[in-house]
């Protein structure tokens, strides 16, 4: 199980009006822990207002760069984003969990590959893109990036520096909703998007992979286009940042309540819990100190393996089927379904 260090803030620097990135200073001794691939995240945890808050970013700088730095944008209500945006300070101190994450690029084959992001959507996928263009091969990054405006851009400088360093390997294509840009298009992303860029811009390249992240209904939309386009399952990877689905306690088949084993850091726990609840609540309630960050299944920091028993997940947008047929659950979205349940969140 991923354990936190404090690390400390090396830098913030403004990105948007309502973006920062952060850079985390990683002591020696703690490198080879935060060696990353990209597309991978790191999860935070700090306490604000006397409670315990964890969130889960995304790395955007490159493998190469010996640089942790991360993106937190202000969203409405946000606790932990508008703490970062606002309060948090040079020389503060963040508890951080090692890299993890399986949003990376697996094909080293793979010469063509699209990135297709929506606001902060971008922090992986230029991650991937840098990778991919350092990587010293012939590779091409072609990016379709989807903001209200260019100022609200997360990393359009830096985007624009990349394009011009590798010409013929970095394209880009910037589409806003609220404002006419001379050269992008406007509107959201969607399948006229996709088919515009790909079919008429690139209808000279075949794309080995596909990168997604934003919205839920975004990457939905677009994953029908490309599989229209030929893409299949196996090329297509996407990360949510947000979901339609929420999280908590649900009605289930069944009442009552279950007998539950957790395993953490080789220390058992048995408890008794409602049918109705997910087993990363029920063990929380129970001082168990699970991995978790999102609780919305939009991460896999609270992945578990099934030992004894059975349980089904609400919602699942991480684990590939061969993953559940081994056994391996969200805890935040694991509702048990036998009268006993034994789970092992160190085998995973």
Same mark, same amino acid.
């Given at each position: 199980? @991923?354990?936190?260090?404090?690390? $400390?803030?090396? #830098?913030? =620097? ?6 920062? *990135?952060?850079? +985390? ?32 970013? @995304?790395?955007?700088?490159?493998? $190469?760069?010996? #640089?942790? =730095? ?6 409405? *209500?946000?606790? +932990? ?268």
């Amino acid at each position: 199980m @991923s354990k936190f260090n404090p690390l $400390k803030v090396k #830098e913030i =620097r403004r990105e948007t009006p309502l973006a920062v *990135s952060i850079v +985390f200073d990683v002591p020696a001794d703690l490198k080879a822990d935060y060696q990353f691939q990209a597309g991978q995240y790191i999860n935070i945890k700090t306490t604000i207002n006397g409670a315990e808050v964890r969130r889960s970013y @995304s790395i955007s700088s490159s493998p $190469k760069s010996n #640089e942790l =730095r991360v993106v937190v944008k202000a969203v409405e *209500s946000g606790l +932990f984003s508008n703490y970062v945006t606002q309060h948090l300070q040079v020389g503060d101190v963040l508890e951080v969990a090692p890299p993890e994450g399986k949003f990376i690029l697996e094909n080293t084959n793979a010469k063509v590959i699209v990135g297709i992001a929506a606001g902060s959507g971008i922090t992986p996928i230029i991650s991937l893109a840098k990778d991919t263009l350092e990587s010293g091969t012939d590779s091409t990054f072609i990016l379709i990036y989807g903001n209200k405006t260019a100022e609200d851009t997360i990393y359009f400088s830096e985007i624009e520096a990349l394009k011009n360093k590798y010409l013929g390997r970095f394209f880009v294509h910037y589409t806003f909703t609220t404002a006419q840009v001379e050269g992008s298009l406007f509107g959201r992303i969607e399948r006229s998007t996709i088919n515009f860029v790909l079919k008429n811009k690139h209808n000279d390249k075949r794309v080995d992979e596909y990168f997604l992240c934003g919205p839920e209904d975004m990457i939905k939309k677009v994953t029908d286009v490309l599989k229209e386009n030929g893409a299949n399952e196996e090329q297509i990877h996407y990360e949510l940042f947000t979901t339609s689905s929420t999280n908590g306690e649900i009605p289930v088949s069944g009442e009552g309540m279950v007998k539950v084993t957790v395993l953490v850091d080789d220390v058992e726990t048995t408890f008794n819990m409602p049918r109705t609840e997910n087993i990363l609540n029920a063990a929380l309630k129970h001082g168990i100190d699970a991995p978790y960050s999102c609780q919305g299944g939009i991460c896999s920091s609270c992945m578990c393996r099934t030992v004894k028993g059975s349980a089904e997940m609400k919602t699942n947008h991480i684990l590939m089927d061969d993953e559940i047929e081994e056994g391996l659950v969200l805890a935040c979205q694991a509702y048990v379904t036998s009268d006993e349940i034994y789970v092992d969140f160190d085998d995973v």
